[in-house]
Protein backbone atom coordinates (compact mmCIF):
# COMPACT_ATOMS: atom_id res chain seq x y z
CA UNK A 1 0.00 0.00 0.00
CA UNK A 2 1.21 3.46 -0.82
CA UNK A 3 0.71 6.49 1.19
CA UNK A 4 -1.78 8.87 -0.65
CA UNK A 5 0.25 12.51 -0.99
CA UNK A 6 -2.72 14.78 0.44
CA UNK A 7 -4.59 16.76 -2.42
CA UNK A 8 -3.01 20.11 -3.16
CA UNK A 9 -5.58 22.66 -2.21
CA UNK A 10 -5.88 25.40 -5.03
CA UNK A 11 -6.43 28.74 -4.50
CA UNK A 12 -7.45 31.60 -7.30
CA UNK A 13 -6.64 35.04 -7.14
CA UNK A 14 -8.96 37.76 -9.18
CA UNK A 15 -8.20 40.79 -10.45
CA UNK A 16 -9.39 42.25 -7.24
CA UNK A 17 -6.37 40.84 -5.46
CA UNK A 18 -8.91 38.60 -3.26
CA UNK A 19 -8.01 34.88 -2.95
CA UNK A 20 -10.57 31.95 -2.75
CA UNK A 21 -10.72 29.08 -1.75
CA UNK A 22 -11.82 26.49 -3.82
CA UNK A 23 -11.52 23.63 -1.70
CA UNK A 24 -13.56 25.58 0.58
CA UNK A 25 -16.07 27.41 -1.16
CA UNK A 26 -15.05 31.01 0.72
CA UNK A 27 -11.94 33.59 0.63
CA UNK A 28 -8.94 33.84 2.45
CA UNK A 29 -6.33 36.22 3.38
CA UNK A 30 -2.79 36.58 3.55
CA UNK A 31 -3.13 35.48 6.61
CA UNK A 32 -5.09 32.12 6.18
CA UNK A 33 -2.27 31.14 3.74
CA UNK A 34 0.49 31.99 6.45
CA UNK A 35 -1.23 29.12 8.59
CA UNK A 36 -1.73 26.35 5.29
CA UNK A 37 2.45 27.20 5.09
CA UNK A 38 2.49 27.12 9.40
CA UNK A 39 0.66 23.67 8.81
CA UNK A 40 2.29 21.87 5.87
CA UNK A 41 -0.69 21.71 3.52
CA UNK A 42 0.10 22.30 0.19
CA UNK A 43 -1.50 24.65 -1.84
CA UNK A 44 -0.89 26.55 -5.47
CA UNK A 45 -2.43 29.89 -6.32
CA UNK A 46 -3.46 30.40 -9.41
CA UNK A 47 -4.13 33.29 -11.67
CA UNK A 48 -8.28 33.10 -12.07
CA UNK A 49 -7.67 34.13 -16.06
CA UNK A 50 -4.56 33.17 -16.95
CA UNK A 51 -4.21 30.06 -15.15
CA UNK A 52 -0.78 31.08 -14.09
CA UNK A 53 0.63 30.10 -10.99
CA UNK A 54 1.39 32.91 -8.31
CA UNK A 55 2.30 30.76 -5.33
CA UNK A 56 5.91 32.18 -5.06
CA UNK A 57 4.43 35.93 -5.44
CA UNK A 58 2.01 35.10 -2.67
CA UNK A 59 4.98 33.42 -0.75
CA UNK A 60 7.26 36.64 -1.08
CA UNK A 61 3.96 39.04 0.06
CA UNK A 62 3.62 36.83 2.89
CA UNK A 63 7.57 37.39 4.18
CA UNK A 64 7.31 41.11 3.33
CA UNK A 65 4.56 41.28 5.83
CA UNK A 66 5.99 39.19 8.28
CA UNK A 67 9.83 41.69 8.24
CA UNK A 68 8.03 44.00 8.20
CA UNK A 69 5.95 43.74 11.62
CA UNK A 70 8.88 44.26 13.99
CA UNK A 71 9.04 40.87 14.72
CA UNK A 72 12.83 40.52 13.94
CA UNK A 73 14.14 40.23 10.71
CA UNK A 74 15.34 37.05 8.91
CA UNK A 75 16.28 38.81 5.84
CA UNK A 76 18.45 41.59 7.00
CA UNK A 77 19.27 44.63 4.36
CA UNK A 78 22.57 42.91 3.85
CA UNK A 79 21.26 39.24 3.40
CA UNK A 80 18.75 41.21 0.84
CA UNK A 81 21.30 42.61 -1.33
CA UNK A 82 23.57 39.93 -1.29
CA UNK A 83 21.05 37.64 -3.00
CA UNK A 84 20.19 40.52 -5.37
CA UNK A 85 23.91 40.03 -6.44
CA UNK A 86 23.14 36.44 -7.30
CA UNK A 87 20.33 36.86 -9.75
CA UNK A 88 22.02 36.70 -13.41
CA UNK A 89 24.97 35.44 -12.25
CA UNK A 90 26.25 31.89 -13.51
CA UNK A 91 26.52 30.65 -9.60
CA UNK A 92 22.45 31.37 -9.28
CA UNK A 93 21.11 28.06 -9.61
CA UNK A 94 23.63 26.56 -7.17
CA UNK A 95 22.94 29.19 -4.73
CA UNK A 96 19.24 28.21 -4.95
CA UNK A 97 19.67 24.65 -4.01
CA UNK A 98 22.68 25.81 -1.32
CA UNK A 99 19.66 27.64 0.54
CA UNK A 100 17.07 24.62 0.19
CA UNK A 101 19.81 22.34 1.60
CA UNK A 102 20.91 24.64 3.94
CA UNK A 103 17.28 25.27 5.42
CA UNK A 104 16.36 21.62 5.15
CA UNK A 105 19.52 20.89 7.06
CA UNK A 106 18.75 23.15 9.04
CA UNK A 107 14.94 21.88 10.05
CA UNK A 108 16.41 18.51 10.62
CA UNK A 109 18.66 19.95 13.47
CA UNK A 110 16.07 22.36 14.53
CA UNK A 111 15.30 20.24 17.74
CA UNK A 112 18.41 19.40 18.97
CA UNK A 113 19.47 23.15 18.21
CA UNK A 114 16.13 24.36 20.26
CA UNK A 115 17.16 22.43 23.37
CA UNK A 116 20.65 23.00 23.20
CA UNK A 117 19.87 26.20 23.27
CA UNK A 118 17.33 25.90 25.90
CA UNK A 119 20.14 24.27 28.39
CA UNK A 120 22.40 26.91 27.98
CA UNK A 121 19.40 29.61 28.70
CA UNK A 122 18.86 27.82 31.65
CA UNK A 123 22.27 27.48 32.93
CA UNK A 124 22.84 31.13 32.39
CA UNK A 125 19.39 31.97 34.01
CA UNK A 126 20.08 32.84 37.76
CA UNK A 127 16.24 31.59 38.53
CA UNK A 128 16.87 28.31 37.09
CA UNK A 129 20.17 28.11 39.49
CA UNK A 130 18.23 29.39 42.40
CA UNK A 131 15.38 26.94 41.89
CA UNK A 132 18.14 23.74 41.72
CA UNK A 133 19.80 25.02 44.77
CA UNK A 134 16.13 25.36 46.39
CA UNK A 135 15.79 22.22 45.60
CA UNK A 136 18.29 20.80 46.88
CA UNK A 137 17.98 22.39 50.54
CA UNK A 138 14.83 20.65 50.44
CA UNK A 139 15.79 17.77 50.15
CA UNK A 140 18.66 18.08 52.45
CA UNK A 141 15.52 19.47 55.30
CA UNK A 142 13.41 16.56 54.49
CA UNK A 143 15.95 14.19 55.61
CA UNK A 144 15.87 15.38 58.87
CA UNK A 145 12.27 15.33 59.08
CA UNK A 146 10.12 13.03 61.16
CA UNK A 147 9.28 9.89 59.28
CA UNK A 148 12.68 10.24 57.04
CA UNK A 149 14.11 6.27 56.48
CA UNK A 150 15.84 4.89 58.70
CA UNK A 151 19.15 4.99 56.92
CA UNK A 152 18.87 8.86 56.38
CA UNK A 153 17.92 9.24 59.85
CA UNK A 154 20.59 7.15 61.24
CA UNK A 155 22.87 8.47 59.27
CA UNK A 156 22.43 12.16 60.33
CA UNK A 157 21.99 10.68 63.65
CA UNK A 158 25.99 9.46 63.46
CA UNK A 159 27.08 12.76 62.03
CA UNK A 160 25.10 14.88 65.59
CA UNK A 161 26.57 11.91 67.06
CA UNK A 162 30.43 12.45 66.01
CA UNK A 163 29.86 16.38 66.27
CA UNK A 164 29.04 16.23 69.61
CA UNK A 165 32.38 14.23 70.43
CA UNK A 166 35.47 15.81 72.07
CA UNK A 167 37.76 16.25 69.18
CA UNK A 168 40.29 14.12 68.65
CA UNK A 169 44.12 14.95 68.30
CA UNK A 170 43.55 14.77 64.30
CA UNK A 171 40.55 17.30 64.70
CA UNK A 172 42.74 19.70 67.07
CA UNK A 173 45.72 19.92 64.11
CA UNK A 174 43.32 21.52 61.69
Not at 40 to 63: A, H, M, W, Y
Not at 79 to 92: A, E, P, T, W
Not at 106 to 119: A, D, K, N, T, V
Not at 155 to 167: L, R
Request: with cysteine; proline share 3%; charged share 25%.
Amino acid sequence: MTEREPEVRILRKYTNRRLYDTSRSCYVTLEDVKELVLNSEPFQVLDSKTGNDLTRNILLQIISEQEGEGHGTLLTNQVLQQLIRFYGDSMQGMMSQYLEQSIAAFLEHQERIREQMQSMIGAANPLTMMNKIADQNMAVWNMFQPGASRTGSADSSAKADDSDAEPTEKDSDK
